[in-house]
């Protein structure tokens, strides 16, 4: 394949104005593609953000019911149940807000010991398999190296 390029100053004028046109058209199908994808990634993370405070506000009313209501196992028990979901539904609204480009909501504004997160685990899970990880996480000096019993 032969390429002749031709200096733009000896192309025709009607050409050369088809040209810009062309390329104007072009960049303005692009800006306007950008546009829409910026404003759907928004109305994404909007969704997000709105489900994430009703998730935290049924998080915070779910609580309170379990102080008031905690000495009935059968209500206690079903308040665990809606707890369960409001949480799975507060995850789904992390994932929605970070695919639209968002950071997820939950994030702790310092760090976490791993043994409090463990201790944490072991509040919501009743296993001994859990029990036992965290009390030998917490026990367990700071400056053991890996392979110590």
Same mark, same amino acid.
């Given at each position: 394949?032969?390429?002749?390029?031709?200096?733009? #100053?000896?192309?025709?004028?009607?050409?050369?104005?088809? #040209?810009?046109?062309?390329?104007?058209?072009?960049?303005?199908?692009?800006?306007?593609?950008?546009?829409?994808?910026?404003?759907?990634?928004?109305?994404?993370?909007?969704?997000?953000?709105?489900?994430?405070?009703?998730?935290?506000?049924?998080?915070?009313?779910?609580?309170?019911?379990?102080?008031?209501? &905690?000495?009935?196992?059968?209500?206690? &028990?079903?308040?665990?149940?809606?707890?369960?979901?409001?949480?799975?539904? &507060?995850?789904?609204?992390?994932?929605?807000?970070?695919?639209? &480009?968002?950071?997820?909501?939950?994030?702790?504004?310092?760090?976490?010991?791993?043994?409090?997160?463990?201790?944490?685990?072991?509040?919501?899970?009743?296993?001994?398999?859990?029990?036992?990880?965290?009390?030998?996480?917490?026990?367990?000096?700071?400056?053991?190296?890996?392979?110590?019993?």
């Amino acid at each position: 394949m032969v390429r002749v390029t031709i200096p733009a #100053h000896e192309l025709e004028p009607g050409f050369a104005a088809a #040209h810009r046109s062309i390329v104007r058209s072009v960049i303005e199908a692009v800006q306007a593609e950008e546009a829409l994808r910026d404003a759907a990634h928004r109305a994404f993370v909007n969704i997000a953000r709105r489900m994430q405070a009703i998730v935290h506000q049924q998080a915070y009313d779910i609580r309170d019911m379990e102080h008031k209501h &905690g000495n009935n196992p059968d209500v206690f &028990g079903d308040l665990l149940h809606l707890d369960h979901g409001n949480a799975l539904t &507060g995850r789904l609204a992390d994932s929605i807000a970070v695919l639209g &480009g968002s950071r997820p909501g939950r994030q702790w504004r310092s760090e976490i010991p791993p043994s409090t997160t463990c201790c944490a685990a072991r509040c919501r899970a009743s296993s001994n398999t859990v029990g036992w990880t965290c009390t030998r996480w917490r026990t367990s000096p700071s400056s053991a190296p890996p392979w110590s019993p």
